[in-house]
């Protein structure tokens, strides 16, 4: 009876722990970012890996789950210009933007 309810709990946690990790879409155009659908291509990021946004990317998705400090970077390879992005994830346009990092 004691590993039922330990699984049972166990089960009811995942959802939410699932719900807490980083993500990081990447669309052709902004509708398919607002709408997630046609996914370019898709990351769970880890904490202090760059991500290079690609060149047929024109926004992006990300949310940072339970990490803090997602970054944007003008060059590839998290170099150039570092701007912060906010905590509450969304959609926004690639713009300058070629690669992404969190911690």
């Given at each position: ?39 370019l ?35 590839k ?14 959609c ?12």
């Amino acid at each position: 009876m004691k590993c039922f309810i330990a699984l049972f709990a166990v089960a009811a946690l995942l959802p939410s722990a699932l719900a807490d990790r980083p993500k990081l879409n990447q669309y052709a155009s902004m509708d398919d970012c607002t709408h997630d659908q046609n996914i370019l291509f898709h990351a769970a990021p880890v904490s202090s890996k760059c991500y290079n946004l690609d060149d047929a990317t024109v926004a992006f998705f990300w949310a940072p789950g339970t990490l803090w400090n997602p970054r944007v970077y003008t060059g590839k390879d998290c170099n150039g210009i570092e701007d912060p992005l906010s905590r509450n994830g969304r959609c926004i346009e690639k713009g300058i933007y070629n690669s992404y990092k969190i911690w």
